[in-house]
């Protein structure tokens, strides 16, 4: 899985070719997170999140699970809809 995505002083590497379909990679770049997933039909899907509580607590994680670190965020913001 730390191939597929990485991080250097140029900036974020992407290998979608070696990703498994539907399952999220994720980084910490510049205070910021990185997800990125390749769905069913081998698109590449990419999001930034700059939330300084969400980037705290993925770094603070200690192997946890990120999204379950998201989904408790959404739960907690009241973000569901």
Known sequence: MSDAI????DGV????????KEKL???????KIILAFKDQQDFLN?????EAEIVNRVKSAD???VSLILEEYI???NLKK
């Open 6 to 9: 990485s991080v250097n002083d």
């Open 13 to 20: 590497k992407l290998k979608p070719e070696i990703m498994e």
């Open 25 to 31: 990679y994720y980084c910490t770049f510049k205070e």
């Open 46 to 50: 990419c999001f930034e999140i700059e």
């Open 63 to 65: 192997g946890k699970d």
């Open 75 to 77: 739960e907690k913001e």
